[in-house]
């Protein structure tokens, strides 16, 4: 479900309900008989409509923890770019725990935040 959620997700912040907008997707009645993603509801064929809104709610609440939290560190990153931090004291970083080639800033919203109040 969290591969539903996070695929319309611009879609879903602005839709008056988000749980009813994911169930109108994945979820087969009289007046949606051919829903988007029909395979959730094959697969789990008995799930009880509580349950299943507790677990759209639940994803919701993933993917939305997911996407504020990446914007915070994207949001870090350039602004300890244009401060011109550099990675660690020392000016190095680590080539053994790196999966690229040019391994990210190690910098957060809270680091930053911490760093204007002693600027």
């Known amino acids: 479900m969290s591969d539903v959620v996070m695929g319309h997700w611009s879609k879903l912040?602005?839709?008056?309900?988000?749980?009813?907008?994911?169930?109108?997707?994945?979820?087969?009645?009289?007046?949606?008989?051919?829903?988007?993603?029909?395979y959730v509801e094959t697969r789990f064929y008995k799930f009880p409509s509580c349950l299943r809104r507790a677990a759209i709610e639940?994803?919701?609440?993933?993917?939305?923890?997911?996407?504020?939290?990446?914007?915070?560190?994207?949001?870090?990153?350039?602004?300890?770019?244009?401060?011109?931090?550099?990675r660690r004291k020392d000016g190095q970083v680590a080539k053994?725990?790196?999966?690229?080639?040019t391994p990210?800033?190690?910098v957060t919203l809270s680091l930053l935040w911490g760093?204007?109040?002693r600027l």
């Open 104 to 106: 990210r800033m190690p």
């Open 115 to 117: 760093l204007g109040s």
């Open 96 to 101: 053994d725990r790196s999966s690229c080639s």
């Open 13 to 38: 912040t602005e839709a008056k309900s988000c749980c009813a907008a994911v169930e109108r997707l994945i979820h087969r009645t009289s007046q949606h008989p051919n829903p988007k993603y029909s």
């Open 58 to 86: 639940f994803v919701k609440g993933q993917v939305s923890s997911f996407d504020l939290s990446a914007s915070y560190n994207i949001a870090a990153r350039y602004l300890a770019y244009q401060l011109k931090l550099t």
